[in-house]
């Protein structure tokens, strides 16, 4: 599968998520969510400067097996969070609707390892 698509099936799941579900936004959130193992999915922007605000989410996430996505923009992952500003992370804590979109995510993400 391509990244783009995968892109673009994260960004549609956090938008169904933020709004029949949760979500948290922002590095310090996404991080205390998949240490305690709420999260469902991470996702990162890729143009995160510096680097080391974000460096240890992914392997967190393999620690924990949290799936995990990179997505390349801070401002698209920000937008599709439904926020006003871009934002270097995004963890679904509750699909809501998006549980189906969620599963296919996950299993083409699991394909692509």
């Known amino acids: ?8 099936k994260a960004f549609e799941v956090i938008e169904i998520a933020k709004r029949s579900g949760k979500i948290k ?12 193992g709420i999260a ?3 996702v990162v922007a890729g143009d995160v400067n ?12 393999k620690e ?4 995990f996505i990179k997505v390349s923009s801070k401002d698209e992952l920000g937008t599709a ?3 006003p500003v871009s934002t270097t992370a ?8 998006a549980k189906a979109q969620l599963e296919k995510l996950v299993k ?3 394909a692509t390892e």
């Open 1 to 8: 599968m391509a990244e783009n698509e995968l892109q673009e």
């Open 25 to 36: 936004k922002g590095s310090n959130e996404v991080t205390k969510a998949v240490e305690k």
């Open 40 to 42: 469902k999915l991470a």
């Open 50 to 61: 510096p680097a080391e605000i974000v460096m240890h989410i992914e392997p967190l996430c």
């Open 64 to 67: 924990k097996s949290v799936p």
């Open 81 to 83: 969070a439904g926020l």
């Open 90 to 97: 995004v963890a679904v804590i509750n699909e809501g609707d």
């Open 108 to 110: 083409e993400l699991n």
